[in-house]
């Protein structure tokens, strides 16, 4: 009995552990590492994201259709967001096919946040750990990693700045 007792601990354990890591490998990615604005200027991650509870990372590209379609719902979104002081980021991970054309698609519909710089290996890394299939995606995450919600675009569409409420809690 007290084996069997152990055995189960030991596997919460490992779980649990397990969980911590991947939590913290996702966050890692961003740590120490340079994001870009529109005008094309390099902001340091740890700096911009050090305040924020909520980080949506959103993966787009400017030749998408869906995606021209959504850019301007989550501009506004975003807008209503820092109007009201909430402890958001976005950060824009792009699937363009030129460094232009992210930049073009930031400065025609884009909110005031920042990208992920063309060619970075952490745009593959980011589509890696969050399972990014197709386009457009936002994924929410909190500070520390932990995933919120893989439907951020339902959420925001459907709930606009409420959507927040439900993410941060």
């Not at 007792?5 to 120490?32: D, P, Q």
């Not at 995606?67 to 699937?95: G, H, N, Q, W």
Request: charged share 25%; aromatic share 12%.
């Amino acid at each position: 009995m007290s084996f069997i007792l152990y055995r189960n601990l030991a596997r919460k354990y490992f779980h649990f552990i397990r969980e911590v890591l991947l939590v913290t490998l996702k966050m890692e990615i961003l740590s120490g590492q340079q994001l870009v604005n529109k005008n094309r200027n390099s902001v340091s991650a740890d700096d911009v994201l050090k305040d924020k509870d909520i980080i949506a990372f959103y993966f787009s590209a400017h030749w998408c259709p869906p995606c021209r379609m959504f850019t301007p719902v989550l501009a506004d979104f975003y807008e209503e967001t820092k109007d009201k002081s909430l402890p958001l980021e976005i950060i824009f991970v792009s699937s363009d096919r030129s460094e232009d054309a992210l930049f073009d698609y930031m400065s025609e519909a884009h909110g005031d946040w920042l990208a992920v710089p063309f060619g970075s290996p952490m745009v593959e890394q980011l589509k890696k750990k969050f399972n990014v299939q197709g386009i457009p995606m936002l994924i929410i995450t909190k500070k520390d990693g932990t995933i919120v919600s893989t439907n951020g675009r339902s959420d925001v569409e459907n709930k606009g700045a409420n959507a927040f409420k439900d993410w941060s809690n």
